[in-house]
């Protein structure tokens, strides 16, 4: 991202008069019943500003439901969401300007070009129009800004959706799913825009599938399992709670033992090759967030 | 509801829609079409057919004396009639464009230097009618008939015309003019319930609408797409009409029906849309929609039963029609204007009521 992007965030302060300092979003008991079907089912959280906060789980988990409950385009049956001291549901006029997302659907105008895409919504926003050239440059789409939509890369194409979420200078930027089905160095790109967003001081509510993802950028993680919220906190503090501690031992044979640290006759072994002198090296392993989730949720993602 | 970004929606639309290959077909197919009617019935409006009914007891030169009247650019059909009551129906309805009734013996006293009577029967028709130009010849083609004048004793009764003749327009404008009125309004019903539908169903299945909804409201997304539907309308229907070198005679006229019609019936095509979920459902439904719609273009110069007169008599094109067919001709060609503006508003009412009421069911 350019340097130049890293001023205030958000075109609109909007009002902050229920806002709780240093807090972007607060969730209470919040829950979407469709029927029957308890989507979402009495979660509470808060999100800190400038805080990474991800929200995970299998399909169906209700992440999707959250942030559209979050982003003002679905009521809740029960709770409340306050996005920026404004209720999501109640007050969504005051909400939509200090927000953006980027959805997990490549939702543009194909046979638009970047650029025309990108002015719609600084119209939509009534944001400066210099931010177009501002954000092709940012996502490095300047050379390909007047090609249509339709001849991008997934990748391109993914880049334009972040722009177009950065188009407001939101001070909360929600992603679902955003490097879904990118090649790793598109991926990589993407994660490096978001690190920048919560650099400048956004807040950034993210969800994804993948757990290296939302440990390498998340500050706290949430996992949500059938609607419910089954852990919170930060992947570090997870893994130690709920990952499996380990060690890869590799004996002067060359072969490969895994141990468990907090079984007593793993912990045995060990100590008994240290006597004989049959240990070459000693690798600790920390647990997955897969690990973790597999061991809350009972199954992987 | 917020101005600048129901603009920005629409101009988004309109700049789509030019690099859109359904709402150009949708556009073209109509404009094609009258092109080609225009080629077909070209010569339509150069010569005048004048079709006369003829009630005569007997063998009369009266005919011939009439065609020998008639200017190159007018072409006359005689056509007998078995009585004075069938001629008259028959003139109502159009079918004639005037009937002559020849009492017994006429030949006979016009020679005789006698003044006969004949009855010329004419609709209640606008001037420069064929029913007009017989009954101004009819006099001096009885006195060439005697070599002398007055020969006969005219008697003119002007007939009313019947409702339900839903040849009137065919009668009056002509072919040519008739069929630039029905792919007008195959164009407003194209753009109306296909390409409008069509460009809202586009957004909810590629989700581009959800972003939009971020920031505007989904009654300023459909504001937009209304006012892209009526812009569309009110510059191809004037394009159509250049093209085909066609001159109403009310241009005020023709265009406060059409932008009247392109309000209505973008409001149908909306209201529509909410029923539909796929661009397959559009491709489906919309044509059956439009046919329903078109149906009173496919009901010109038929004599349709009156039952279904009166069932198109619901149908808001029936209407858009019979505007634009009395501002094409300059005058009033169907009674009772006043109904049309009542039921496009009535549909207007209802379609936008509807749309509005999904709308706040959405919003809630």
């Not at chain 1, 990108?118 to 789409?141: C, I, K, Q, T």
């Amino acid at each position: 991202m350019s340097s130049d992007t890293a001023t205030a965030v958000g075109w609109q302060s909007g009002s902050r008069s229920d806002e709780v300092p240093g807090i972007s979003i607060q969730v209470d008991d919040l829950s979407k019943w469709y029927g029957e079907v308890r989507a979402v089912d009495g979660i509470s959280f808060t999100v800190r500003e400038g805080e990474v906060f991800g929200l995970l789980g299998h399909n169906g988990a209700g992440k999707t439901t959250t942030i559209r409950m979050l982003t003002g385009r679905a009521r809740p049956t029960g709770g409340r969401a306050l996005v920026c001291g404004h209720d999501a549901a109640q007050a969504r006029e005051r909400v939509k300007p200090l927000i953006n997302l980027v959805f997990e659907e490549q939702n543009l105008y194909e046979r638009l070009n970047a650029r025309e895409n990108l002015r719609l919504f600084a119209e939509l926003y009534d944001a400066p129009l210099g931010r177009v050239d501002e954000l092709l440059e940012a996502v490095r789409l300047t050379d390909a800004a007047d090609r249509k939509v339709k001849t991008y890369s997934s990748g391109m194409k993914q880049r334009l959706l972040v722009a177009r979420a950065l188009i407001n200078k939101p001070r909360v930027l929600f992603l679902d799913e955003p490097t879904r089905g990118l090649d790793p160095a598109s991926a990589r790109e993407i994660r490096g825009m978001v690190r920048e967003q919560a650099r400048q001081g956004a807040t950034v509510f993210l969800t994804t599938h993948y757990m290296e993802e939302a440990d390498e950028l998340c500050d706290r993680v949430a996992f949500l399992s059938s609607g419910r919220i089954v852990a919170l906190d930060t992947p570090r503090e997870l893994k130690l709670r709920y990952g499996e501690r380990s060690v890869v031992v590799v004996l002067d044979s060359r072969e490969e033992e895994r141990l468990r640290l907090d079984d007593p006759a793993d912990a045995a072994l060990l100590e008994r090759w240290m006597t004989e002198g049959r240990v070459l090296t000693v690798h600790s392993q920390e647990g997955t967030l897969e690990d973790v989730f597999v061991n809350l949720a009972g199954r992987s993602l | 509801m917020n101005r600048r970004r129901i603009g920005a929606i629409y101009r988004k639309d309109m700049r789509d829609a030019l690099r859109d290959s359904r709402v150009l077909t949708a556009l073209l197919m109509p404009l094609l079409l009258g092109v080609f009617y225009s080629f077909a019935f070209g010569d339509d409006a150069a010569v005048q057919k004048i079709k006369v009914g003829v009630v005569a007891a007997e063998a009369t030169k009266l005919t011939e004396a009439i065609q020998a009247q008639a200017p190159d650019s007018v072409r006359l059909t005689f056509v007998d009639v078995q009585d004075q009551g069938e001629v008259e129906r028959q003139v109502q309805r159009e079918d004639l464009d005037v009937g002559l009734v020849v009492p017994a013996g006429f030949d006979a006293d016009v020679r005789a230097g006698k003044a006969p009577s004949v009855l010329v029967l004419v609709p209640s028709a606008p001037s420069g009618s064929g029913g007009d130009f017989v009954a101004a010849v009819v006099d001096r083609s009885v006195e060439a008939m005697a070599g002398r004048a007055p020969a006969a004793r005219v008697v003119q009764r002007t007939m009313k015309p019947a409702e339900d003749s839903s040849e009137v327009a065919l009668t009056r404008l002509g072919a040519q003019s008739v069929f630039v009125l029905v792919s007008a309004i195959m164009l407003l019903g194209m753009l109306a319930v296909y390409a409008v539908p069509a460009v809202l169903i586009e957004e909810a299945e590629r989700k581009t609408i959800d972003a939009l909804t971020l920031i505007a409201s989904p009654a300023e997304v459909i504001a937009a797409k209304g006012q892209f539907g009526v812009t569309l309308s009110l510059v191809s229907v004037p394009v159509l009409l250049v093209i085909t070198r066609s001159h109403p005679e009310d241009v005020v006229g023709v265009i406060s029906a059409v932008l009247l019609s392109a309000v209505v019936l973008v409001g149908i095509g909306l209201a529509f849309a909410g029923l539909l979920r796929t661009q397959q459902q559009v491709n489906t439904w919309s044509g059956i929609v439009l046919l329903a719609l078109l149906a009173p273009a496919f009901t010109v110069g038929l004599a349709a039963p009156a039952i279904v007169n009166q069932i198109l008599a619901f149908l808001p094109t029936v209407w858009t029609f019979r505007l634009l067919a009395d501002a094409f001709a300059g005058e009033q060609l169907y009674p009772d204007r006043w109904l049309a503006y009542v039921v496009l508003v009535a549909w207007g009412v209802a379609a936008y009521g509807l749309v509005w009421w999904r709308l706040s069911r959405q919003e809630a």
